[in-house]
């Protein structure tokens, strides 16, 4: 399913002049791709086929020149495409799959599954560079570094992540329109003493439907479809990149299984501070992650036979970004000196379009048309630097 599929409008039609030139712009140009969604007055519902309803983002709307040319008032593609490797990792390849077919052979319906629909007739998702399986989140806390709309953070909450954090530069507008998404998208289980109430719960959760209400003078019952609860732990905080003086930061050094950072990478007078964000954030790999690994290793071997997936490896920086404004501006944060320095280096990296094609990644690829780069993003994967045995000589 192509990117731009699972996005629609929501809101008034368009009515100023550059609206209608924007929407032209299809027309005029065919192969011209929207590679930003939505506005202060146009909100996004983003569909996935691994969840019951779709997801309702709102916008921030800036005051002040500052915050509004940092761009977090948009949803990017690179946050689509996140989000769709996130469900195929987890939903279809990973830990939902994982809990749906062992629920199967036990004859049984799967009570903490995060998703709803079949995973054998959900989007398929293919990568020649990369095991989708590794995009799993189950289990795992993550962190979104800039993240606008915190759209892969909040299907990384639906779908079974232990720990969510949500992060962009504090801006009121910009982290009160944060916490609206996660209030508006995210369901807590709520507390309950009795457990004839949690089992109503989780019924309510296994048919992913709304408990009947009326609706005004119609009578009407209320049926819309509804995401399960989370279990994640979801918090929204302020962080300014390369600033660790606040209690968010002094409280989660090397706290985070995967950082996620998407269409980050077009200000290369920022890339040290982001590369410094991401060492910060991101767990050292050491004898808690081996320990991990073997806990999940231990899970896997309980699936059944049909299950075949390895241990997805941790930790792991995930960057995506588009090339609208430029491959070299981009091309900049991946320098593996500066990488090094901040204890990182690339594990895999290629470039993936709106329409799932794929090709290697390259620095420099001359002179590209502005219409048809808009199409392609950059999609990478940092890990921990490894030491490098020296030779014998």
């Known amino acids: 399913m192509a990117l731009m599929a699972r996005v629609s409008l929501t809101g008034p039609p368009a009515q100023e002049p550059e609206d209608f030139l924007f929407s032209a712009l299809s027309v005029i140009f065919p192969d011209d791709a929207a590679?930003?969604?939505?506005?202060?007055?146009?909100?996004v519902l983003y569909t996935s086929p691994h969840l019951p309803a779709p997801l309702h983002l709102s916008l921030a709307d800036p005051a002040h020149d500052d915050d509004r040319l940092l761009f977090a008032h948009y949803l990017w593609n690179a946050s689509l495409l996140l989000a769709k490797l996130i469900e195929a990792g987890t939903a279809v390849d990973g830990g939902a799959r994982r809990r749906v077919r062992r629920s199967r052979t036990r004859g049984e319906q799967a009570t903490n599954s995060s998703v709803d629909v079949d995973p054998d007739d959900a989007d398929v998702v293919t990568s020649r560079y990369a095991r989708v399986a590794d995009f799993d989140v189950t289990g795992l806390a993550t962190l979104e570094l800039g993240a606008g709309t915190a759209l892969p953070s909040l299907?990384?909450?639906l779908l079974g992540a232990r720990r969510v954090a949500i992060t962009d530069y504090p801006s009121p507008a910009t982290l009160d329109n944060l916490r609206a998404n996660v209030a508006r998208n995210v369901r807590q289980r709520p507390a309950k003493e009795e457990d004839e109430e949690d089992e109503e719960d989780e019924e309510d959760e296994e048919r992913g439907k709304q408990e009947p209400e009326l609706n005004g003078a119609n009578d009407r019952v209320d049926c819309r479809p509804r995401n399960p609860f989370s279990t994640a732990a979801v918090t929204v905080d302020g962080h300014e990149w390369g600033s660790f003086d606040t209690p968010f930061a002094a409280a989660n050094r090397h706290a985070?299984?995967?950082?996620?950072?998407?269409d980050c990478l077009w200000m290369p007078w920022q890339h040290d501070n982001l590369r410094r964000s991401i060492d910060w954030f991101l767990k050292e790999e050491g004898e808690?992650?081996?320990?991990?690994?073997?806990t999940r290793a231990a899970d896997t071997t309980e699936e059944t036979t049909e299950t075949t997936e390895s241990v997805p490896a941790a930790p792991r920086c995930w960057a995506v970004a588009g090339f609208h404004t430029g491959r070299d501006k981009l091309a900049a944060f991946f320098d593996e000196a500066a990488l090094a320095a901040a204890n990182l280096e690339v594990e895999a990296i290629w470039d993936r379009d709106c329409d799932d094609q794929e090709r290697p990644w390259a620095a420099d690829r001359g002179v590209e048309d502005v219409t048809e780069r808009k199409r392609w993003l950059v999609l990478a994967v940092l890990r921990r630097r490894r030491r490098r045995r020296r030779s014998r000589g």
Do not use: L, P, W
């Open 155 to 157: 299907v990384a909450a």
């Open 256 to 262: 985070f299984d995967r950082v996620a950072v998407c």
């Open 288 to 294: 808690e992650e081996e320990e991990e690994k073997k």
């Open 35 to 43: 590679n930003q969604h939505g506005d202060a007055d146009h909100d």
